[in-house]
């Protein structure tokens, strides 16, 4: 069973040829541009499985290291060293044949070894990368040739080639990783100034197509306002994520920058915890989503960036629908509900609030909605280092504010040991099957049926999708806008001549 | 008039200017503290108006970004600064003079614990003590921020009263009291006590000063008074990100924070003067 179509991607391909022939007959960019990115996250090292932290996805995600399988920026998962692959009926083995004529930077030719090597080094028990459970149902790798890859697996899992999207793929003879590289992708690393800069050059030789520009240079700054102001002296291109609305009011309405708007995964949350009263109470939990008048809150924290959403579901995942009718802002209809749970007059509840922007400021927006309802809201400040101890392993909480990062991580309200407790079997059991599916279309409708099936049950209080704000140069395009999982790809940017 | 008194005349008058300066300031804050307990121009958690707005003769300092008016939230930051201070200085002095006096009229060897103890307290910064009495406690609130920082104060305030009592308990009077058949206890009341009374309470306005700043550091770095408790701190410290396009809302706490705490030091300042004749004239 083949699962890539061939004939939709040659017409991409041709298309995508068709659409960029103009540009690049007229030449009107600089193709040995050297793409100056400012940004806030300085990797702590050059290996994502070591706890290198989210700034060496942005750096090297794409870039430097490329993997069997690509998420694009438009939230898909399209094929990256994979020439084609097939899957058993039972679904349980995977044959992957690599694309050939794809060298290391070190000069080595890629085989189903590095393949073997990369995805072992994900799953080892030293391994500190955050995809190491999805990756957990792989029982065996084996490489019947130098072309060939075949993973069994203990169960189904329709989700593998986007989870192998995460694995990069490493030569199996580089040594120290940490501080070294050794790709497939389009660029080398150059120079790295630790505390300042990482520079990548392009790789000349490199399987697909050439950069549309000569080097990337990721300048580091621990101050958003510092940041800006290197923006603003032409000491950087373009800025990776801004991360308050505040700081665009100087690049706004200036021909000289451009400010785009994409969609980011990064979700404001209210968890409660649905184990305990009267979170236990679905009544409670859709009252209170009721009585919290989200746009006003985006406004207060974003401006008029970031996305009303009705569920844990960002636009980028492909079970997304529109969940923001379900408990629609409504004081009387809240109250109305918190009665018939049987709190006529309200209760009182502690939140646990971490320490950072914008979460204090989110608590006492809560603080104010909810006593319109009678619900008393204590805030406890607390940091991020707490927030993992007491709420995240030892779940004791009532209620507590989190954003949460990732793309595609519906499936933690399938799994009710987690923080939050959200228990219901359908979901678990939808969650679980969606997994096991047989195709992608079944994957999707059983997920987006529990979507729709957590919004129903108002699992948390899904406050706003934060906005992923990309400000550059305005002789400066062809940068992600949406930069899932913190990705940069840094090949397509073009400089104006 | 003689000629004394002339040479004596222009000195007081400068004495008096920053005693009257530092008056002026904090009888200011006293006020706007006590009108906020019956009167404040807006709700405090209401969200009123725009997000940001800049002031108006509605919002005299402006909104901040949940549109909550930044006047208001000054004005209960007064009251708080003011509970911090006096609290603060209270349990600072409650123990700091008891421990102190104990260890001049102890023995040798309790002394000397005691001082060493007192030095070693003092090498750690007053508010990383108070930090530590805060992450010590489980939950962070207003009470246990003054609690904090009234012991990282009290060992200012110990190691000053144990050398004051000591050079006090020297004088020919305190022996005459001794002679006279006044038990220890009547020597520390009405002898030592009123004696160091003058440089003592100089100090302890130093220290009122020292502990709404460390109050607002503690609330800008959050262990302080938990929202929405309007600490200057917090007001601060949540006008960070907006300090380029709506600078009113860390100009204004700024401004308030300052005034006091100069407030607070022209008063000890003029207040020494007068406490301590050898030094009249100022520095």
């Known amino acids: 069973m083949s699962l890539i179509h061939h004939r939709a991607l040659v017409a991409a391909i041709l298309l995508g040829s068709v659409a960029f022939a103009p540009l690049a007959m007229a030449q009107d960019y600089d193709a040995n541009a050297t793409i100056r990115i400012g940004s806030l996250y300085e990797p702590q090292n050059l290996d994502n499985t070591a706890g290198a932290g989210q700034g060496i996805n942005e750096a090297f995600n794409g870039n430097v290291y490329e993997a069997l399988f690509q998420l694009t920026d438009a939230g898909t998962v399209v094929p990256q060293l994979v020439e084609s692959y097939s899957a058993s009926d039972d679904g349980l083995t995977y044959t992957f044949k690599l694309k050939p004529g794809v060298t290391f930077h070190s000069g080595d030719p890629l085989t189903a070894a590095d393949v073997k090597y990369s995805i072992e080094r994900v799953t080892a028990e030293t391994s500190k990368s955050s995809r190491k459970k999805s990756l957990s149902s792989i029982t065996g790798i084996e490489t019947p040739d130098d072309q060939t890859v075949v993973i069994t697996l203990s169960a189904r899992s329709i989700s593998l080639p986007y989870n192998l999207s995460y694995v990069w793929i490493v030569n199996d003879k580089a040594t120290d990783i940490t501080a070294t590289e050794d790709g497939t992708g389009p660029y080398t690393l150059g120079e790295w100034r630790r505390g300042s800069a990482l520079a990548l050059a392009r790789f000349d030789k490199y399987w697909g197509t050439a950069p549309t520009n000569g080097e990337v240079v990721y300048t580091y700054f621990t101050d958003a306002t510092a940041l800006n102001n290197a923006l603003l002296t032409n000491a950087v291109d373009v800025i990776t994520s801004v991360q308050s609305p505040d700081s665009l009011a100087q690049f706004q309405g200036n021909p000289a920058y451009t400010v785009s708007n994409g969609a980011s995964t990064t979700k404001e949350l209210l968890a409660w915890n649905d184990r305990v009263a009267p979170f236990d109470n679905v009544k409670v939990r859709k009252a209170l989503a009721r009585a919290t008048d989200k746009k006003k809150l985006l406004n207060a924290i974003w401006g008029d960036y970031g996305t009303l959403i009705g569920s844990f579901v960002p636009p980028t995942d492909p079970w997304y629908v529109d969940l923001t009718g379900v408990d629609p802002y409504d004081v009387e209809g809240a109250k109305a509900l918190l009665a018939e749970a049987g709190y006529p007059n309200g209760f009182e509840f502690t939140l646990d609030t971490p320490d950072y922007d914008p979460h204090p400021i989110v608590a006492q927006f809560l603080q104010a909605e909810y006593a319109k309802v009678g619900v008393k809201v204590n805030i406890n400040i607390i940091t991020a280092n707490e927030w993992y101890e007491k709420i995240y392993k030892a779940h004791d909480f009532q209620a507590t504010l989190q954003e949460h990062v990732n793309h595609r991580d519906i499936v933690f309200y399938g799994n009710p040991d987690f923080y939050w407790g959200y228990n219901n079997p359908d979901v678990v059991k939808l969650i679980a099957d969606a997994e096991s599916a047989t195709s992608e279309a079944d994957q999707v409708a059983k997920l987006t049926e529990a979507n729709k099936l957590i919004a129903e049950d108002a699992a948390s209080n899904w406050l706003y999708l934060y906005p992923q704000i990309v400000v550059s140069a305005a002789n400066v395009t062809g940068y992600p806008v949406n930069g899932l999982n913190s990705q940069f790809f840094a090949y397509g940017i073009k400089k104006a001549k | ?283």
Do not use: C
């Open chain 2, 1 to 283: 008039m003689t000629a004394l008194q002339q040479t004596l005349l222009p000195r007081r008058r400068i004495v008096s200017a920053s005693l009257t300066a530092g008056a002026i300031l904090v009888g200011l804050h006293v006020l706007v503290a006590l009108l906020s307990l019956v009167w404040l121009p807006h709700d405090p958690t209401g969200m009123t108006g725009g997000r940001l707005a800049p002031p108006s003769w509605e919002h005299w300092a402006g909104t901040d970004r949940l549109g909550r008016d930044f006047f208001t939230q000054i004005m209960i930051g007064s009251r708080i600064a003011l509970t911090v201070g006096i609290g603060a200085v209270a349990i600072g002095a409650a123990i700091g003079v008891t421990l102190g006096t104990l260890a001049a009229f102890a023995t040798r060897l309790l002394d000397d614990a005691l001082a060493a103890t007192l030095d070693i307290l003092i090498a750690f910064p007053t508010l990383l003590i108070a930090m530590l009495v805060v992450a010590a406690s489980d939950t962070a609130s207003l009470g246990t921020a003054i609690l904090a920082l009234g012991i990282a104060l009290s060992a200012i305030v110990a190691r000053l009263t144990r050398i004051l009592v000591k050079r006090v308990l020297l004088m020919d009077y305190i022996t005459a009291a001794y002679t006279s058949g006044t038990p220890w206890y009547g020597v520390v009341i009405f002898h030592v006590l009123p004696n160091v009374w003058p440089t003592l309470s100089v100090n302890f306005a130093l220290q009122f000063g020292l502990a709404v700043i460390a109050e607002a550091s503690l609330s800008y770095l959050g262990l302080g008074a938990p929202p929405p408790n309007a600490s200057w701190g917090r007001l601060l410290q949540e006008a960070q990100g907006t300090v380029y396009t709506a600078p009113i809302g860390a100009i204004a706490p700024g401004l308030a924070l300052v005034s006091l705490v100069i407030g607070v030091n022209l008063l000890a300042d003029g207040l020494r003067d007068i406490a301590d004749p050898t030094r009249k004239g100022g520095r």
